[in-house]
């Protein structure tokens, strides 16, 4: 009999909850109305869109009018960086070698046009960003800064201190961005309370719909939209809504919400339990970042030294019907490998693999991977 396909990969995507599915289907269905139309379907569709955007906004404990939805995470991060440099002033970037692609990309691009200067902060040994060299590189301009900096690292899970990081902003009168699309929904948020001009959130993170996406601005900023040709999003992104996903998003955080502390504590103890496990059974396993430390609650980011058979690992994983990353979903299929362990740890000799997991996975499923690792390795 074939095994059932396990999957550890929820940092890539999560599977859509059922609750999320049921308050999405009346809006592919019955009430499919266009938001920007004036008659009674219009008005409907309308009224799901701002009753979702009063959600977020309460779990967040954000302003309604500080919450735009958006396509993801990636769409988020390029209109709150493209509009820092072009509408807020800044001509100086500071991020970091290990961000997402999302962010990456576009602070390289905008340097490459000769838009902002780019300057990257210095990683402590365990992948941490170096807040005093932060500091010193905030000193050292007198340019309007962007920091963009991820609150959690998608590939080995490190987590920034917001607030830390937002106060040297404040003190520098640099604008602040940060991607959170890993811990929306994962970890409680007073945005009222946390320095920080723009956060972004991508609801397939949190067993929510694909294609749908948050961008927090802080009320205290005001950028003009990244996409032309409509009024919608109170005149900030043009286009008609996404409203069966904004309607997912909205209810998938607020499920996310509900859950979040008996999920944070199964899960931590299902990732203990992993780590505890491939440390008794794999010969040379380590472990990357700070997964013990200020650590996402999901991600176990493990080396293993370079042979033939663990150079195949993660394709006989997936012939075992077991789903693990090498990195960033988003990147795989190139074969370069991970720009985050590159940046952290480049050692020729270990071969590493993400395991990240949700509320569905269970010590069962960690134990027949741990004897198939044993087995491939």
Same mark, same amino acid.
């Given at each position: 009999m074939e095994q059932k396909r396990i999957y550890f990969d929820n940092a890539a995507t999560t599977q859509l909850s059922e609750k999320v599915l049921e308050a999405m289907l009346p809006y592919m269905r019955e009430k499919f109305g266009n938001p920007s139309s004036i008659y009674s379907y219009g008005r409907e569709s309308r009224l799901a869109i701002e009753n979702a955007r009063k959600t977020v906004a309460g779990?967040?404990?954000?302003?309604?009018?500080?919450? &735009? &939805?958006?396509?993801?995470?990636?769409?988020?991060?390029?209109?709150?960086?493209?509009?820092?440099?072009?509408?807020?002033?800044?001509?100086?970037?500071?991020?970091?070698?290990?961000?997402?692609?999302?962010?990456?990309?576009?602070?390289?691009?905008?340097?490459?046009?000769?838009?902002?200067?780019?300057?990257?902060?210095?990683?402590?040994?365990?992948?941490?960003?170096?807040?005093?060299?932060?500091?010193?590189?905030?000193?050292?301009s007198e340019?309007?800064?962007?920091?963009?900096?991820?609150?959690?690292?998608?590939?080995?899970?490190?987590?920034?201190?917001?607030?830390?990081?937002?106060?040297?902003?404040?003190?520098?009168?640099?604008?602040?961005?940060?991607?959170?699309?890993?811990?929306?929904?994962?970890?409680? &948020?007073?945005?009222?309370?946390?320095?920080?001009? &723009?956060?972004?959130?991508?609801?397939?993170?949190?067993?929510?719909?694909k294609g749908v996406g948050l961008l927090y601005i802080n009320e205290n900023v005001s950028i003009r939209p990244f996409i032309h040709g409509g009024s919608q999003e109170r005149n900030m992104r043009a286009g008609t809504e996404n409203i069966t996903g904004i309607v997912g998003f909205a209810k998938a955080l607020e499920l996310a919400t509900a859950t979040c502390r008996?999920?944070?504590i199964n899960i931590k103890e299902n990732k203990q339990h992993l780590a505890d496990q491939l440390k008794k059974h794999i010969r040379g396993v380590a472990f990357n970042g700070d997964p013990f430390g200020k650590s996402l609650y999901t991600v176990l980011n493990v080396s293993v030294p370079k042979t033939e058979k663990s150079e195949m690992l993660l394709f006989n994983l997936d012939i075992n019907n077991i789903c693990a990353s090498g990195g960033s979903a988003c990147t795989s299929g190139a074969e370069q490998g991970s720009h985050v362990i590159r940046a952290i740890n480049n050692n020729p000799n270990k071969v590493a693999v993400r395991f990240s997991l949700s509320r569905d996975n269970t010590k069962d499923e960690i134990d027949i991977l741990v004897k198939k690792m044993q087995e491939l390795i």
């Open positions: 779990i967040l404990h954000a302003h309604p009018a500080e919450i &735009f &939805f958006t396509s993801g995470g990636t769409e988020s991060s390029n209109t709150a960086i493209t509009a820092s440099v072009r509408d807020l002033g800044c001509t100086r970037i500071i991020s970091s070698t290990i961000e997402h692609h999302a962010v990456l990309h576009t602070v390289e691009y905008l340097r490459n046009r000769g838009e902002a200067e780019l300057v990257f902060v210095k990683l402590l040994p365990d992948g941490h960003v170096d807040l005093d060299n932060l500091e010193q590189l905030l000193a050292a340019k309007k800064t962007l920091v963009s900096l991820m609150h959690a690292n998608n590939e080995i899970g490190n987590m920034l201190d917001l607030h830390a990081v937002g106060n040297l902003c404040k003190i520098y009168g640099a604008i602040f961005h940060s991607d959170t699309v890993q811990t929306v929904g994962h970890f409680h &948020f007073d945005l009222r309370n946390t320095p920080v001009h &723009f956060i972004t959130g991508s609801a397939h993170k949190f067993h929510g719909p008996e999920d944070t």
